[in-house]
């Protein structure tokens, strides 16, 4: 059980380039999420999803798309890269049945933008 | 809305001496309270959780937390530090609504 799976780990974009984070979860989880971590302002979300289909902006949304034709992936694009999107990003699934549903998180990925 | 609020942004303790970290949150309706620890360039684990079971939590590496609804607190405390708690933790709150809130974290670092 591979549990929260995302690639890459580490990443280095210049300025103005694209490309995505891959999230994938084998646990059959509904909601999916996205966060980026940054010193002293602990995890923000970006983006998040209860399901295939389905999706919505977290509370720090500009500069990055997402969308979810499975539930396994939720892939998190950014669509021309600025320095202030350099951050530590996660992802997350957990199960919709309860709020108090334990929320499982990938290792998290290095993103520097220059 | 909701909101978390973690009192100190680094905390200092000896070997063997006690571990508290305080977390407060607001929210319009009983939350649902999360602490997680996270090591250098590693994910977030989760330590425990609070879901109106019992008000106080035990979780794992010997942490336990205390939910006082009077107070919209949520401190973590662990009796005797080990180096290997040196780490950051954050404290987190959910609704209804799947979503959580984090604060901002507090590393934690363990002198010898």
């Known amino acids: 059980n591979a549990g929260v799976t995302q690639t890459p780990k580490f990443q280095v974009l210049k300025t103005g380039q694209s490309m995505t984070l891959q999230c994938a979860q084998d646990?059959?989880?509904?909601?999916m999420s996205w966060y980026r971590q940054d010193p002293g302002m602990g995890l923000r979300l970006i983006h998040y999803?209860?399901?295939?289909?389905?999706?919505d902006q977290g509370e720090v949304p500009n500069g990055y798309n997402v969308s979810r034709s499975t539930t396994e992936d939720f892939p998190l694009r950014l669509l021309s890269a600025a320095p202030s999107q350099t951050s530590v990003y996660f992802c997350?699934?957990?199960?919709?049945?309860?709020?108090?549903?334990?929320?499982?998180f990938g290792e998290g990925s290095w993103l520097t933008v220059v | 809305a909701q909101s978390v609020t973690q009192l100190g942004s680094h905390v200092s303790v000896s070997e063997g001496a006690l571990v508290l970290l305080r977390c407060n949150y607001s929210?319009?309706?009983?939350?649902?309270l999360f602490w997680y620890v996270q090591y250098p360039n590693q994910g977030l684990q989760l330590l425990l959780k609070?879901?109106?079971?019992?008000?106080l939590v035990k979780g794992i590496n010997g942490f336990e937390a205390e939910f006082k609804k009077s107070e919209t607190s949520f401190h973590l405390t662990k009796p005797s530090a080990h180096m290997s708690d040196a780490a950051e933790y954050f404290c987190?709150?959910?609704?209804?609504?799947?979503?959580?809130?984090f604060g901002a974290g507090t590393t934690v670092t363990v002198r010898a």
């Open positions: 929210s319009s309706v009983p939350p649902y």
């Open positions: 997350a699934s957990r199960l919709t049945g309860g709020s108090g549903n334990t929320i499982y």
């Open positions: 987190a709150v959910s609704e209804q609504d799947y979503k959580l809130s």
């Open positions: 609070y879901t109106s079971a019992a008000t």
């Open positions: 999803s209860v399901g295939a289909g389905i999706t």
């Open positions: 646990m059959n989880h509904e909601y």
